[in-house]
């Protein structure tokens, strides 16, 4: 504390003092928590610079709006459940050259498809990044302002069959419309037993053209009927999500057991990767 600091105020400081203490309360009632952090020093700044009065309430409002919003994008990450290392920059194009890159940067910049509620569908083999890419694709529409929830495909049907015995279906399906993408990860290992309720049917049924769903699946959808319970409703099913769909194919070897290899073949990176 410096000498300045300790010695008693002039009458026109307290003065000041007794309004930010004012300004303080009703800051906090208006609930507006970064102005009331920077009022002190943007006014003191203000007043030295001889700023007009809009450029002051300019600059605090500023600030306030962007922190909310950085806020809201970390309020909507943490809700997500998607990984958080699991982004584009880490994704690497080149390993999949039937994705085009320009088609994916088009899914996370123009979100028009989003107000259309349509679909993303990502096929391929274990390993080949499509949990990796479309959580990318999640992360990249929180930071367009967008709320996405991800999660694995069954469990979520086994959500979704509780709510049902619970006869609470309609509720538990309302609540998800809150997210602007569900991804629903690895629908081709909805075991058969869960598939008997047709939850997942109802699920994008209800979502069709309002909201979207990315979904990822080893198997094509030819093989889809282990997933629903009969073959009119895995038609009804695909039909529905492929009508305003993005389908990205990642059929190329293991982007895991490529990596193990290369691994394997560079003895320097080996010794590395051994010490
Ligand atoms: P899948 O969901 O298709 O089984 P994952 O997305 O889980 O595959 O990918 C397996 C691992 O390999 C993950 O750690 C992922 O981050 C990584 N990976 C896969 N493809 C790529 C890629 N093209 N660029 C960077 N990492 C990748
Ligand atoms: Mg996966």
Redesign the pocket.
């Given at each position: 504390m410096t000498a300045a600091s300790i010695t008693k105020p002039p009458a026109t400081t307290t003065a000041a003092a007794t309004t930010s203490a004012r300004l303080g309360m009703m800051l906090t009632d208006l609930r507006l928590p970064t102005i009331k952090r920077l009022a002190g020093e943007l006014c003191a700044r203000s007043d030295i610079e001889g700023w007009p009065g809009h450029r002051l309430l300019e600059a605090l409002l500023e600030h306030e709006i962007n922190e909310r919003e950085a806020r809201r994008t970390d309020r909507h990450r943490n809700e997500s459940n998607l990984s958080p290392?699991?982004r584009l920059s880490?994704?690497?194009?080149s390993?999949?050259p039937s994705v085009s890159k320009a088609q994916v940067m088009a899914l996370t910049q123009g979100t028009e498809w989003i107000d259309r509620g349509a679909n993303v569908l990502l096929f391929?083999?274990?390993?080949?990044?499509?949990?990796?890419?479309v959580?990318a694709l999640g992360h990249a529409l929180i930071d367009a302002g967008r709320r996405v929830l991800f999660t694995r495909c069954s469990d979520l049907v086994q959500r979704l069959q509780a709510a049902r015995r619970d006869l609470r279906l309609p509720q538990e399906l309302a609540k998800l419309d809150r997210f602007d993408l569900l991804i629903l990860?690895?629908l081709s290992y909805v075991r058969r037993d869960q598939a008997e309720t047709s939850v997942l049917f109802e699920l994008i049924s209800e979502r069709y053209e309002r909201k979207s769903l990315a979904i990822?699946a080893?198997t094509p959808f030819s093989q889809w009927g282990e997933v629903f319970v009969e073959p009119a409703m895995t038609l009804a099913a695909v039909d529905r999500l492929v009508h305003h769909s993005t389908i990205l194919e990642?059929n190329v070897e293991?982007?895991?057991r490529r990596?193990a290899q290369a691994v394997q073949v560079s003895p320097a990176r080996k010794a590395r990767s051994t010490t």
């Open positions: 290392d699991k880490s994704f690497d194009f390993a999949v391929g083999p274990p390993g080949v990044g499509k949990s990796h890419l959580s990860d690895d990822t080893n990642m293991s982007y895991r990596a």
